[in-house]
């Protein structure tokens, strides 16, 4: 069964630029996240998708950041302009629905994304 | 609001010394505890978890104990190989009326030489 896969793995551009970044979560997994590691700093939410609603966005920093899940299938983000504080990696995870706060989140390897 | 604490790194020990990572947390309710690990190269991926107070998750070696008392949940191993090199995060999983929220540590980066 493939894992949780997110493209592209490393992303470098310049200041006001944009980027998208892709994720495919492992099928049949309802809850669908997107966390950023900004270097040596822990892990922060982004936000939570169930299916294709978005369940929780409070940590999005800004209206810069747009996340989609079409279908309730890949989910994309993207980042308009990129600004420097951008720079970071991108975590998507994904798991089944699952009662209580028991359920394990499965991650993909990471974007790392580095704005200019 | 909640959160997790871990020790800071990087981490250095020789192979077959014993590892401790110490982790806290603060959370409202009762949460699940987790210890994630990236190695390199690699997307993070559990490495134990434990559900209610007194658990004793386990796996690969490491072992950690949820402690409700004193709000941790430390990362042990008796004896660490050149493999255990890697990243280390502790987590809490609460359930909200949205679904599972996750809250992560720093991460601890571990080497080990042999």
């Known amino acids: 069964e493939a894992g949780v896969t997110q493209f592209p793995s490393h992303s470098v551009i310049e200041k006001g630029q944009t980027v998208t970044l892709r994720c495919d979560p492992i099928?049949?997994?309802?809850?669908l996240y997107w966390y950023r590691r900004v270097m040596g700093k822990e892990i922060k939410f982004l936000l939570h998708?169930?299916?294709?609603?978005?369940?929780?966005e409070s940590g999005m920093p800004n209206n810069r950041f747009l996340a989609e899940r079409t279908g309730g299938t890949y989910s994309t983000l993207k980042v308009q302009p990129a600004e420097l504080e951008d720079s970071g990696v991108y975590f998507c995870?994904?798991?089944?629905?699952?009662?209580?706060?028991?359920?394990?989140?499965?991650f993909g390897e990471g974007s790392r994304l580095t704005v200019l | 609001g909640d959160s997790v604490t871990q020790m800071e790194g990087p981490v250095t020990l020789s192979e077959e010394a014993f590892l401790t990572i110490n982790c806290t947390y603060t959370?409202?309710?009762?949460?699940?505890l987790f210890w994630y690990v990236q190695y390199p190269g690699e997307g993070l991926q559990l490495l134990l978890k434990?559900?209610?107070?007194?658990d004793k998750g386990s796996n690969k070696g490491f072992e950690a104990t949820y402690r409700k008392e004193t709000t941790s949940f430390h990362l042990e191993k008796g004896s660490v190989q050149v493999s255990d090199s890697a990243v280390y995060f502790c987590?809490?999983?609460?359930?909200?009326?949205?679904?599972?929220?996750?809250?992560f540590g720093t991460g601890t980066s571990l080497t080990v030489i042999p």
């Open positions: 987590a809490l999983s609460r359930s909200t009326n949205t679904g599972n929220q996750f809250y």
């Open positions: 995870a994904s798991s089944q629905w699952t009662s209580g706060a028991t359920g394990e989140l499965f």
């Open positions: 959370a409202t309710g009762y949460p699940s």
């Open positions: 998708f169930v299916k294709e609603s978005k369940q929780d």
């Open positions: 099928s049949g997994h309802d809850n």
């Open positions: 434990a559900t209610k107070a007194d």
